[in-house]
Structures are given as C-alpha cells and as structure tokens.
C-alpha cells in the first residue's frame, strides 16, 4: 500500500486560514489523492480527492504539487466545529475495488 | 438520504464471550466496508463486501472475526471468542460503484470493550 506523511497535530485560529500538508513521495500515476477528516466521536467523512489538479468544494481546497509527491488541504476559514482529525489516504484498488489504508492523520486544533 | 446505520452503539463483554454487530448501508450502494479504529490510530480496514461477495479479507482474524453480508444489503460482524485487544470501535462503511469519487459514507461506529 502506498503511504502518506502527516505532521501529527497542528493547531490554527478560527475564522483564519488553515493549511495541512501531506507528503506522498512513493505516489504511482493512478493513485488518487483523498482526503478525510474525524470529528470526535463519529466516523471519517469525505472531505475532498483529487488526481492532478487543484481541486475546490464548498468545505475545501486541494493544492498538489507539480511532481504530486505532496499535496495540502486548505480550510480557506476555521471554525470551530472544523477541529478533527485529518486523513490524508492515497485510494488503491485492489481486485477492481477502491480501498482506502489511514494513517494516523492529523490533529487540527481549532483556537476560538 | 439516510446514512450509514449500526447497532449496538456500545458494547461491554468479558474475553471471552461473543459479540455481533449490525450494519445497514445507504440504500443502492454496492460495496460495504467494515473497520476496526483503535484508541488514536486511524481506522483499518478488516473486510470489504461487493453486493454480497468478498473483495479483500487480507486483515480479517479469521480464527475469531467473521463476516457476512446476506442479499448484498445488511452485513453483520461476529467475534469469538473476544479478546482484550479487540476493544475498539467497529466502522461500517458504504460507497455506490456509480460515484466518480469512489467516496465512502461511514456510519456512527460500534464502541467494544472487552474487560
């Protein structure tokens, strides 16, 4: 499986602009980049993916690299309810499926 | 749309004893997922369901983890006999073979502790 380098936690400010990175040197030309987040007490929910091109959507951005060894989920505005823990998954399929393999993900503190 | 639905919410049992858990998905979707979630690591797949046959059961303990998922709807994960180290939240997950986005809807999860 293919893997992904998270700082472990990061903490930001609401209503200011949050960037977390991801590292995924070992990438092939077919892995899609996905990203999920965990609030607590709940399961993962889908936060945005991507392949090549920066990506948007009403709850984030995408930013990837050039060489797609890494990639950074931007919270364009915290709030408070954005604290959770962030995957970031490189999707693998396997026999035809998807999988996703976590990782430890980050844990983003939010400041009021 | 109705999400991802599980039961029991919680569970206590002693080592030993045995345990099921329920998992209805998102109506119409294909593909289910069951997940084991330690206490501060991130969730690890332990099978994955297509309609009602097995994709991937590479980490399923198969001398006391069972799964099943009958008609390709409801599935239901059984372990016995439990052990301390299987305390955890159990995920169920669901995704539709119709999404580009391959994307995975997760239900609430299944606390177990094993005293």
Same mark, same amino acid.
């Given at each position: 499986?293919?893997? &992904?380098?998270? !700082?472990?936690?990061?903490?930001?400010?609401?209503?200011?602009?949050?960037?977390?990175?991801?590292?995924?040197?070992?990438?092939?030309?077919? *892995?899609?980049?996905?990203?999920? @987040?965990?609030?607590?007490?709940?399961?993962?929910?889908?936060?945005?993916?991507?392949?090549?091109?920066?990506?948007?959507? @009403?709850?984030?951005?995408?930013?990837?690299?050039?060489?797609?060894?890494?990639? &950074?989920?931007?919270?364009?505005?915290?709030?408070?309810?954005?604290?959770?823990?962030?995957?970031?998954?490189?999707? *693998?399929?396997? @026999?035809?499926?998807?999988?996703?393999?976590?990782?430890?993900? &980050?844990?983003?503190?939010?400041? !009021? | 749309?109705?999400?991802?639905?599980?039961?029991? @919410?919680?569970?206590?049992?002693?080592?030993?004893?045995?345990?099921?858990?329920?998992?209805?998905?998102?109506?119409?979707?294909?593909?289910?997922?069951?997940?084991?979630?330690?206490?501060?690591?991130?969730?690890?797949?332990?099978?994955? $369901?297509?309609?009602?046959?097995?994709?991937?059961?590479?980490?399923?303990?198969?001398?006391? $983890?069972?799964?099943?998922?009958?008609?390709?709807?409801?599935?239901?994960?059984?372990?016995?006999?439990?052990?301390?180290?299987?305390?955890?939240?159990?995920?169920?997950?669901?995704?539709?073979?119709?999404?580009?986005?391959?994307?995975?809807? $997760?239900? !609430?999860?299944?606390?177990?502790?094993? &005293?």
């Amino acid at each position: 499986d293919a893997k &992904t380098t998270q !700082p472990n936690s990061m903490e930001s400010n609401e209503e200011e602009p949050v960037h977390l990175p991801c590292n995924h040197s070992t990438i092939s030309g077919t *892995d899609y980049i996905h990203w999920y @987040r965990q609030l607590p007490s709940q399961g993962p929910e889908y936060v945005i993916h991507g392949l090549t091109s920066n990506v948007n959507n @009403r709850m984030a951005s995408l930013a990837i690299a050039e060489d797609r060894k890494s990639s &950074t989920l931007i919270l364009h505005r915290a709030t408070l309810r954005d604290a959770a823990v962030y995957y970031c998954i490189l999707r *693998d399929v396997v @026999r035809g499926a998807q999988k996703l393999v976590f990782g430890q993900g &980050t844990r983003l503190t939010i400041n !009021p | 749309e109705a999400g991802v639905a599980q039961s029991p @919410r919680y569970k206590i049992i002693e080592k030993r004893q045995s345990v099921a858990f329920w998992c209805n998905p998102i109506s119409g979707h294909a593909t289910l997922y069951w997940y084991q979630q330690i206490l501060g690591q991130g969730p690890k797949l332990l099978i994955q $369901f297509q309609n009602n046959g097995v994709v991937d059961d590479s980490q399923l303990p198969k001398d006391r $983890f069972s799964a099943e998922r009958l008609k390709g709807v409801d599935s239901t994960l059984k372990i016995q006999p439990a052990k301390l180290e299987d305390s955890a939240v159990y995920l169920c997950a669901s995704s539709s073979l119709g999404l580009v986005s391959y994307e995975q809807y $997760f239900g !609430p999860g299944t606390r177990l502790t094993v &005293t």
